[in-house]
């Protein structure tokens, strides 16, 4: 109950175009949902985070879109560049289930291709 | 602004033989703070988190673990490492009573030979 699924497991895209990483999930006491970029051999940083009170949230190039009904959300990053190549991780926490610890998906590695 | 220290930075270690890891805090006062494990290729797995001194939660039944002698560092520990011990381990922290945002190290690379 505690799991988040995220897919695709890898992806290529071409420059320019639009990469779209979905993930769901089950606990509805979810209420936050931060996306993770992290480049092979370097801790994940935090690229964007969303609650679920509101249904997108977009910061440049990078959106997170979240429907709660569906218990989905996804990132979609416009404009695709080669150095957005990198493997991005969704996670799920909620107060509940104390000191604010993170549920991760199994991440995707994206490839932009030139 | 804060900052996350983690060493070394890469360590290959024979089976059988102890290992400390340590990770550091600064520009911050009683994070919480976490010790995940990123096998090759694969997702992040929580190991053991921290909310204050000496108080120590496991997530994993495994061959490691942690401690935390002071309020801004935080060290995984093993007396005697397993070839499934090599990974790449992270530390991460957050604000107690935060916002949920957790802030990662740039991690350790530990090869079990």
């Known amino acids: 109950q505690q799991q988040v699924k995220q897919s695709p497991q890898s992806l290529i895209v071409q420059k320019g175009g639009i990469s779209i990483i979905n993930c769901a999930y089950e606990n509805t006491a979810f209420d936050y949902f931060p996306w993770y970029q992290q480049f092979p051999g370097k801790g994940p940083a935090l690229l964007i985070a969303?609650?679920?009170?509101?249904s997108e949230k977009k910061e440049g190039r990078f959106t997170i879109s979240f429907n709660k009904s569906a218990k989905q959300f996804s990132l979609h990053i416009m404009d695709s560049q080669p150095g957005d190549s990198a493997t991005y991780f969704c996670a799920a926490s909620s107060r509940d289930f104390g000191n604010e610890k993170l549920t991760f998906g199994t991440g995707t590695r994206l490839t932009i291709i030139p | 602004s804060q900052t996350i220290h983690q060493w070394p930075a890469t360590l290959v270690q024979p089976v059988g033989s102890p290992l400390s890891l340590e990770c550091t805090v600064e520009?911050?006062?009683?994070?919480?703070l976490y010790w995940y494990r990123q096998a090759a290729g694969r997702g992040l797995q929580l190991l053991f988190y921290?909310?204050?001194?000496?108080?120590i939660s496991s997530e994993v039944p495994q061959n490691l673990s942690a401690s935390r002698p002071q309020d801004r560092q935080f060290i995984l520990s093993s007396k005697k490492l397993l070839l499934s011990d090599s990974g790449f381990y992270l530390c991460a922290w957050s604000k107690l009573g935060g916002t949920y945002e957790q802030y990662f190290g740039p991690g350790t690379r530990l090869t079990v030979t």
């Open positions: 969303i609650r679920p009170d509101v």
């Open positions: 921290s909310v204050g001194i000496g108080q």
């Open positions: 520009g911050t006062s009683n994070p919480n």
